[in-house]
């Protein structure tokens, strides 16, 4: 059974840069099958689609948030990475990671989830 | 980039209730639509794909149909387990969400 689990600090300074991790079990993140995506959803808010990997490493983002996203893959710790840079009180949300069938235009399998808070 | 409206943003029914809820598209997605379920403090879950099949383990009170613009998931009797938080999801150039539909017990 594939299981994605979020990883990475709880709290982040306003102006720096929010680092997340995604260990992917159960499942090779090297499949080119699937990719691999950030998603996030602020307190009390919808959902927001931040970027996506394939395992070849190619990057796909979210035009709004663009400018200071880096998502990255590491396949020998089967794992993929999330960087967002200049933060702000904005970015406080719940980070999930999630991946999709490269056929599909959904996401089946989603993480738990993880809060970051952006605050001083 | 694609707009999802979904609407109603609030529905309040009772167990037992047939409830429709409804999502459209700025512009024509062919039938690249997908429902979520989300209860508190979960990610989301996955209902329906392609517009309008049943994931695997989806009771068969959820159905979903449309093509184009407009796309509608409807649950045919409320369970009180269906309580939460419905988005809709297309994918073209890439991902976005309806502001979602937050059912309420009556």
């Known amino acids: 059974q594939l299981q994605l689990q979020e990883s990475g600090p709880g709290l982040v300074k306003p102006s720096e840069t929010l680092s997340l991790t995604c260990t992917v079990s159960?499942?090779?993140?090297?499949?080119?099958?699937?990719?691999w995506a950030w998603i996030r959803q602020p307190p009390g808010k919808g959902l927001e689609w931040i970027g996506s990997i394939y395992y070849s490493g190619n990057t796909y983002y979210n035009p709004s948030l663009k400018s200071r996203v880096t998502v990255s893959v590491d396949t020998s710790k089967n794992q993929f990475s999330l960087r967002l840079s200049s933060v702000t009180a904005a970015d406080t949300a719940v980070y999930y990671c999630?991946?999709?069938?490269?056929?599909?235009?959904?996401?089946?399998?989603w993480g738990l989830g993880t809060l970051v808070t952006v605050s001083s | 980039d694609i707009q999802l409206t979904q609407s109603p943003s609030f529905l309040s029914a009772s167990v037992g209730d047939g409830v429709t809820i409804t999502c459209r598209a700025s512009?024509?997605?062919?039938?690249?639509l997908a429902w979520y379920q989300q209860k508190p403090g979960k990610a989301p879950n996955l209902l329906i794909y392609?517009?309008?099949t049943l994931q695997s383990g989806v009771p068969s009170r959820f159905s979903g149909s449309g093509s184009g613009t407009e796309f509608t998931l409807t649950i045919s009797s409320l369970q009180p387990e269906d309580f939460a938080t419905y988005y809709c999801q297309q994918l073209n150039t890439y991902p976005t969400f309806g502001g979602g539909t937050k059912v309420e017990i009556k």
């Open positions: 512009q024509g997605i062919n039938t690249y």
């Open positions: 392609a517009a309008s």
């Open positions: 159960g499942g090779s993140i090297s499949s080119s099958s699937y990719f």
């Open positions: 999630a991946r999709r069938e490269r056929w599909a235009k959904h996401y089946h399998y």
